[in-house]
Nanobody
Framework: QVQLVESGGGLVQAGDSLKLSCAASGRTFTSYAAGWFRQAPGKEREFVARISQSGGSTIYVDSVKGRFTISRDNAKNTVYLQMNSLKPEDTAVYYC???????????????WGQGTQVTVSS
């Protein structure tokens, strides 16, 4: 079992930056790949980014490539999502996720945080 708690969401203007954090507790976090998903109002939850257990591999959805960066600090059991050049269409609830599989974390993670709201005004 692993528990995930997100933080760092808020209200920003278009073009601003925001950094989300996901603190993990429970079993050894280095055993888990991690990811970020988001869900906008009236839309399905979508994959945003994922990172391997070591942090050496990352994958992004096309719409955030070049703007968002996923990273992790295994010493702190924390995963981050640095979001730059934010757009109104990035507005959503952002969820942290974890899985013991780097592939599966982007599809069906198994572990979810409670979500943090990000709102980008135009």
């Amino acid at each position: 079992q692993v528990q995930l708690v997100e933080s760092g969401g808020g209200l920003v203007q278009a073009g601003d930056s925001l950094k989300l954090s996901c603190a993990a507790s429970g079993r050894t976090f280095t055993s888990y790949a991690a990811g970020w998903f988001r869900q906008a109002p009236g839309k399905e939850r979508e994959f945003v980014a994922r990172i391997s257990q070591s942090g050496g591999s990352t994958i992004y959805v096309d719409s955030v490539k070049g703007r968002f960066t996923i990273s992790r600090d295994n010493a702190k059991n924390t995963v981050y999502l640095q979001m730059n050049s934010l757009k109104p269409e990035d507005t959503a609830v952002y969820y942290c996720a974890a899985s013991n599989s780097f592939l599966r974390v982007g599809i069906n993670p198994g572990y979810w945080g409670q979500g943090t709201q990000v709102t980008v005004s135009s």
